[in-house]
């Protein structure tokens, strides 16, 4: 079992930039696709985005298009969100999430794919 912790959030304004982080450890040689999601108050965790083992695919939320970059370095076994044009709309907790797979090029955008969750951090975007 794989485990997640997430950091990087914070308070910015309208239009900044931030950069989530995700380290991972535990059983971290198996073939696992990682996710972000992240849940506003009163509503739903939703996808943001989600990147494969192999790092050969990736995909986003129509949300964060153009915006978001997801992207893993192996060496580290971490993850990354970089987060840029921020909008009040994007403050959210921020969770990362990892799915183990035989599939090195798989990238899975729903929540119930993933069995392995971090704790969220914080994101809080000001107008």
């Known amino acids: 079992q794989v485990q997640l912790v997430e950091s990087g959030g914070g308070l910015v304004q309208a239009g900044d930039s931030l950069r989530l982080s995700c380290a991972a450890s535990?059983?971290?040689?198996?073939?696992?696709?990682m996710g972000w999601f992240r849940q506003a108050p009163g509503k739903e965790r939703e996808f943001v985005a989600s990147?494969?083992?192999?790092?050969?695919?990736?995909v986003y939320a129509d949300s964060g298009e153009g915006r978001f970059t997801i992207s893993r370095d192996h060496a580290k076994d971490t993850m990354y969100l970089q987060m840029n044009s921020l909008k009040p709309e994007d403050t959210a907790v921020y969770y990362c999430?990892?799915?183990?797979?035989?599939?090195?090029?798989?990238?899975?955008?729903?929540?119930?794919?993933?069995?392995?969750w971090g704790q969220g951090t914080q994101v809080t975007v000001s107008s």
């Open positions: 999430a990892a799915h183990t797979t035989t599939n090195s090029g798989f990238a899975p955008s729903t929540r119930a794919a993933y069995n392995t």
């Open positions: 535990g059983r971290t040689f198996n073939w696992y696709a």
């Open positions: 990147i494969s083992w192999d790092g050969s695919n990736t």
